[in-house]
């Protein structure tokens, strides 16, 4: 819109400024000169939203982004929350050393003493970017709902999505071992794999228990196939599941971003790696006292008012980190397949 001369605003102005030269005794000319020149750049402050507002509109935007990032009694809630150490996308942590032994009715003195060494342990936050989305400026006129907060809702379930991914795949154990019991399932074959029973999460609930794990601090993530054999195995049993919110003394969630592990070896595949005929599903088990997750700054990148784009392109990257303390009390339960059986 063409802007035009207003008298009223001009006349208002200049009352001010005559008013400021008298309190602070300075000249009047010079006051009255700067108030001209600075209400008519204020009158074109909407002209140049990306220069003028671009402080403004991050700060709206990563608020929409980690609004609800972590629901209550989410997944990636199960853990330590380590942001507050964060400084400069880097965590600067310390490896507990080895725990003491106990001495039984010890009769020889003095006790054995040593030191513990504790091993320095720098974390860097992992980058997560979002590819670019262009929002044109006629469908921002033209939609019926706020087109760039519905857009950036979306860059926000991608990050957490990607966020889910890395912390369901560093909180699985790598493989089979004394303190990461990894376990096959071993209901009947669909067809394809090995199905998942009720059996089996108790079968791996006896190893966690025969290692002292505090089952009240576990949760397990279900993938949704293997949700699928429970209620096909006992609709009622998981009905009665669902009410209790726990399966067999274990928290748990359903989520598709379970780690893919080996059908023939049962180790866990590499993260991103590319599929293979013998990656299989799994559901996984962790402790909240043995995992941590921390989350860095979040940038929002934008071009305003493109001219080659006609409208605003943006993007954003957030830093964030998900890792076990040590590499113990985690679980998994994976399905064979059936050419592997």
């Known amino acids: 819109m063409k802007k035009r001369f207003n008298k009223m605003n001009f006349g208002f102005n200049m009352i001010i400024a005559l008013i400021f030269s008298c309190i602070f005794s300075v000249a009047a000319i010079p006051v009255m000169a700067l108030s001209v020149v600075a209400g008519t750049a204020m009158s074109y402050i909407d002209k140049a939203p990306g220069m003028l507002f671009a402080g403004v509109q991050k700060e709206i935007w990563t608020d929409i982004i980690m609004e609800g990032f972590y629901p209550k009694d989410d997944f990636l809630s199960w853990s330590r929350d380590m942001s507050e150490l964060v400084e400069f996308n880097t965590l600067n942590l310390a490896e507990a050393g080895v725990d003491p032994d106990v001495l039984i009715d010890n009769t020889t003195y003095p006790i054995t003493a040593a030191t513990r060494t504790d091993a320095a342990k720098t974390i860097v936050l992992r980058t997560l970017d979002t590819e670019s989305t262009i929002v044109r400026n006629i469908e921002a006129m033209e939609s019926s709902y706020n087109k760039m907060e519905s857009v950036v809702r979306g860059h926000r379930n991608a990050l957490r999505k990607a966020s889910i991914q890395l912390a369901a795949h560093y909180w699985a154990p790598q493989a089979d071992g004394a303190f990461t019991p990894v376990i096959a399932a071993t209901g009947d074959s669909n067809g394809t794999r090995k199905v998942l029973t009720f059996e089996d999460i108790l079968s791996i609930r006896a190893r966690l228990t025969a290692i002292d794990a505090d089952l009240n601090a576990f949760a397990l993530m279900l993938n949704p196939l293997h949700e699928a054999d429970l209620m096909a195995q006992d609709l009622k049993l998981y009905k009665e599941v669902i009410v209790a919110g726990k399966i067999f003394g274990f928290s748990f969630f359903v989520n598709s971003q379970t780690p893919r592990f080996n059908s023939s070896t049962g180790a866990k595949v590499a993260f991103q790696a590319v599929g293979a005929v013998t990656d299989t599903i799994a559901?996984?088990?962790?402790?909240?006292?043995?995992?941590?997750?921390?989350?860095?700054?979040?940038?929002?990148?934008?071009?305003?008012?493109?001219?080659?784009?006609?409208?605003?392109?943006?993007?954003?990257?957030?830093?964030?980190?998900?890792?076990?303390?040590?590499?113990?009390?985690?679980?998994?339960?994976?399905?064979?397949?059936?050419?592997?059986?």
Do not use: C
């Open 283 to 341: 559901s996984i088990l962790w402790s909240r006292d043995e995992v941590m997750k921390a989350d860095g700054s979040l940038e929002i990148f934008a071009k305003y008012r493109d001219p080659d784009q006609k409208g605003d392109v943006f993007n954003f990257q957030k830093r964030f980190v998900a890792l076990p303390f040590r590499s113990k009390m985690q679980a998994a339960i994976y399905s064979p397949l059936e050419s592997e059986s």
